[in-house]
């Protein structure tokens, strides 16, 4: 069976076209991904009009030369189905995705799968060497994206329930808004991740750690995260220097990224051993990390250090699917196949704060 995703919650135009006999082995016929990074980054952030405009023009632009390098003939390609994100995200840039999946259902005559885009992200972590792997349950699920800082329970396959969440901001969202406070530019995780390697790589401070950063509700009795709170002490600090030199940019970036590890990995190690979790999975874009995936890949390494956690598969998606693509969204479509539908205009909405687990027809 031949699935085409699509992907456009955020800034990304994504398509990807995937094929799969048994729902495990996977074959990739073709997959593509604009992004607008650097069209938004004048702004410091995405503009969704600016997004949607976009999505309009980039998704017809993608779909020729996707069909081309998939063998499959332009006009009415042989495809079973296509799956397209419905929510979380902007929802003028959703609408957009919806809107061209109905458009070519109903010209090809074959039905749509609605997909949640945390979900895809959940998918991403389990694409390895061609292959779904198989999830031992319980399995818990960190999700940590620019809109989501979510704790995940699986009991059963597919079935998810949220067991803590941000309070405020999302960890990419703190990523992003300090580094506009240490005048980086947007998206800010990749550039902090940057400043912080440089300066743990080079051991330069390590004697000299004056830079303390809180680790918000690192001990609260439950899985939630805060961290605007965090943004706010790096504010503070920036007001108290005399001066902002790359030295001290380069240490308050250090010190950022451990706080968010220290409490991401704390969190989640005691939400692995109370609910006796076999598998962790991480997605959505801050898992591009180096210090973030280096921290829980020392977690579920099985030697060495008493506070291990043995015999933990841990599942991380391969560095390209880390952030906003179609992939996932075809693999999690392919997941949902039995749920896909004729596509009629108007059956399918836009839902910017769509949950997971929630119903989507
Ligand atoms: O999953 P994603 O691509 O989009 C959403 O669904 O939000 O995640 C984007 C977020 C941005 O906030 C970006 O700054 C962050 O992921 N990010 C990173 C890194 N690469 C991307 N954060 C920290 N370190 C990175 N290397
Ligand atoms: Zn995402």
Avoid at 62 to 83: F, T
Avoid at 98 to 111: D, N, Y
Avoid at 141 to 153: R, W
Avoid at 186 to 213: C, K, M, N, Q
């Amino acid at each position: 069976m031949r699935i085409l995703g699509i992907e456009t919650s955020c800034d990304e135009t994504a398509l990807s076209l995937i094929k799969s006999e048994d729902g495990i082995d996977i074959t990739v016929l073709a997959d593509k991904t604009l992004s607008q990074v650097a069209l938004h980054q004048p702004y410091g952030g995405v503009f969704p009009n600016l997004a949607k405009r976009e999505h309009i023009k980039n998704l017809p632009l993608l779909l020729a030369p996707l069909l081309e390098e998939a063998g499959l003939a332009a006009k009415m390609p042989a495809i079973d189905a296509i799956a397209v994100t419905v929510g979380p995200g902007l929802e003028p840039c959703l609408w957009t995705g919806i809107t061209f999946a109905e458009t070519l259902a109903e010209k090809w005559g074959v039905p749509i799968i609605p997909v949640n885009h945390m979900e895809g992200h959940i998918y991403s972590t389990l694409l390895h060497a061609r292959k779904i792997s198989k999830l031992n349950l319980p399995a818990l699920v960190l999700l940590i994206s620019g809109g989501h800082t979510e704790l995940v329970l699986i009991k059963r396959q597919g079935e998810y329930e949220i067991i803590g969440e941000t309070r405020d901001d999302a960890v990419g969202e703190a990523f992003d808004k300090v580094a506009r406070l240490l005048g980086l530019p947007y998206p800010g995780g990749p550039e902090i991740s940057r400043l912080a390697e440089t300066i743990r790589r080079e051991l330069r401070s390590i004697f000299s750690h004056e830079i303390v950063l809180p680790r918000p509700m690192l001990h609260s009795p439950d899985y939630d995260f805060s961290f605007s709170g965090l943004k706010t002490a790096v504010l503070y600090l920036l007001k108290k220097l005399p001066e902002l030199t790359e030295e001290t940019k380069m240490q308050i970036a250090r010190e950022f990224e451990d706080a968010v590890t220290e409490v991401l990995v704390t969190k989640t190690k005691k939400a692995l051993q109370h609910y006796g979790a076999q598998t962790l999975l991480i997605g959505g874009g801050v898992i591009a990390n180096t210090n973030i995936r280096r921290a829980f890949e020392n977690l579920s390494s099985s030697y060495g250090r008493v506070d291990m956690i043995c015999g933990l598969k841990l599942l991380i998606p391969e560095p390209r699917l880390t952030t906003d693509n179609a992939l996932m969204i075809a693999l999690a479509g392919l997941a949902h196949y039995k749920e896909a539908r004729p596509a009629m205009r108007g059956a399918l909405k836009a839902r910017g704060n769509l949950r997971l687990g929630e119903k989507i027809w």
